[in-house]
């Protein structure tokens, strides 16, 4: 029987529903596809903002409150930083560091994909999550300030500047991961499912890739989209702004419209408008808690099984 899905993941939204879909598959059922265009490098550490929230929450480590970084994490490093005036716009938690001086180091001999499974295996998870690439791609962002690197935008101006286009140098050369390739052609792929992450920041690298977009209008099994706007809002973050400011409307519609096509079906929450072209699955889609991932992500599964 059909039964492995993949989810397409960035950080919070996507972190969220890859939980919830991990407590209702077998491990070996789930691959969890990350974005890896937010990467970057600071104060000579490679940073997987993305990547490193899928895995903390899937490790139960992640802060609910604060959206990133390790629970109860302490930060003397930052304040030692600021003491030596260096660069701390960028908040580094102590243990969380730990994780990015060891894939620092452990880049320098293998690939991202091989350190995140590393990393994972230390971190007790048992699903696979997989970079989107193994290649460099990075996120600039264009404002009416000029051309920013993604997280000169995103956390430095905290999404201030007003945007007129998001561009991800390197995608043309990357490839999509050994791991991304193989879900895709594993036989037993029952459904793919675009988490509620940023469809600019978050899912859009990942559709970007050479080749990807072909092989998903190619596949025959269903394409699902959780939605992240929730009455004309984001839950989190600038997904709402960004889509307002590029003239795209905050809605239903304007998310499926986003996909151009891609999309088989929506899940929408119960307060928006359903869109029309595509299959719609109206619930409750606010992820407060485990307990509302889990439900959610059997509500996606079993609508999955519908189509
Ligand atoms: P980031 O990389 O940390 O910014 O996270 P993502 O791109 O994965 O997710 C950001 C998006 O997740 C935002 O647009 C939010 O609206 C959405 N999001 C976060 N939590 C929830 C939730 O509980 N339900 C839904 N539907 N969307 C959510
Ligand atoms: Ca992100």
Redesign the pocket.
């Known amino acids: 029987m059909k039964s492995h899905v993949i989810a397409l993941?960035?950080?919070?939204?996507?972190a969220?529903l890859s939980y919830g879909l991990a407590q209702c598959l077998s491990a070996d059922d789930l691959t969890v596809i990350v974005n890896t265009a937010?990467d970057f490098e600071h104060l000579g550490l490679t940073i997987c903002p993305?990547l490193d929230?899928v895995m903390y929450t899937l490790a139960s480590l992640n802060d609910p409150v604060q959206?990133?970084g390790v629970r109860g994490d302490t930060r003397h490093l930052m304040q030692a930083l600021t003491r030596l005036d260096g660069e701390d716009w960028f908040v580094l938690g102590d243990q969380d560091v730990a994780t990015h001086l060891l894939r620092t180091e452990q880049l320098k001999g293998h690939t991202l994909s091989q350190v995140t499974t590393a990393l994972c295996g230390k971190l007790g998870i048992r699903i696979a999550v997989v970079p989107m690439s193994d290649q460099s791609v990075r996120t600039q962002v264009e404002t009416e300030q000029g051309r920013l690197a993604f997280q000169d935008y995103f956390v430095r101006r905290r999404c201030e500047p007003v945007l007129k286009g998001v561009t991800f140098e390197g995608i043309e050369v990357a490839r999509p991961s050994d791991g991304f390739l193989g879900a895709l052609q594993n036989p037993k792929l029952a459904a793919i499912v675009v988490?509620?992450?940023?469809p600019m920041?978050?899912i859009e690298p990942i559709l970007s890739l050479p080749g990807v977009r072909e092989r998903l209008r190619a596949r025959s099994v269903p394409l699902i989209a959780?939605?992240?706007?929730?009455g004309g809002q984001?839950?989190?973050?600038p997904?709402a702004k960004m889509f307002r400011e590029l003239g795209l409307p905050v809605t239903s519609s304007g998310l499926v419209d986003y996909y151009q096509g891609l999309l088989d079906a929506v899940v929408i929450d119960r307060a928006d408008e359903p869109p029309t072209g595509v299959k719609v699955l109206a619930t409750d889609?606010?992820?407060r808690d485990s307990a509302d991932q889990a439900r959610l992500a059997r509500e996606v599964l079993q609508f999955a099984q519908t189509l």
């Open positions: 993941a960035g950080g919070v939204g996507g969220r937010d993305d929230t959206g990133w988490c509620p992450s940023n920041l978050s959780v939605s992240p706007f929730i984001a839950v989190k973050g997904a889609t606010l992820m």
